[in-house]
């Protein structure tokens, strides 16, 4: 089982200063190491501080962009353009700011109305980018995740079908509590990264993260307690309020 390392931030915005250094030391590893680096941002608003960081001086100037492959963790089923996009989130934050070449941002395609369809394509475009061996699963240098309020991440809510899935890549589950698809990915691919980090802000998240981390184990009710990477980092970067119930 992988032991996270937990580290604190006093508040919003150190947090997210330490998740920007974070990013620029995994992105140069990974450049370093295999010429290129691969990270699947995380959806939600928490992140929102952390890209517009990376998207200005010192931390633009600190990552070769050209480098840098961007997918993500999950996506709402709506338009590119939409408010609720995290695509539009992260474009808007940061992807407009910084010299990624256009083909090397792998949106989930969410203009398709076939979320199943949706989530075949983006399952073989991240089989394009890894070419991954047979029986093998992609793996990302990076992947964030943020934790929702009853423990979920990415798009795995509790009782998720998704949550059991360990063929695809790439599911598209029905969030009865959203009424709503998501495209997500799946738990095979989120340990098989490199480093899994979580970031969690707020007040309103401590309780949920003191489960996770502190209370009994159980996925299925508590879908970010299946972050485990198989050979990789896991790593909490929590402010101070989240962290209120940690002992
Ligand atoms: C999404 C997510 C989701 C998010 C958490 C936390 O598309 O909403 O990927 O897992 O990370 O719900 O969201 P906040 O950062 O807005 O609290």
Redesign the pocket.
Known sequence: MTTPEIQISPDPATLAEEAARRFVAAAAAASAARGRFTVAL??????RALLRLLAAPPYRDRVAWDRVHVAW????CVPPDDEQS?YRMAREALLDHVPIPHEQIYCIPTEEPDHEVAARVYDATLRRLFNPDPGEWPRFDLIH????PEG????LFPGSPALDERDRLVAAPWVEKLSAH?ITLTPPVINAAREVAF?VA?AE?AAIVRTILRGPRDPAEYPAQIVAPTDGRLTWLLDRAAAAHLD
């Open positions: 995380s959806g939600g608003s928490t992140p963790g999950d996506e709402r995290n995740l943020g934790l929702g979920h991440t990415a798009s998501r970031l707020g998240k």
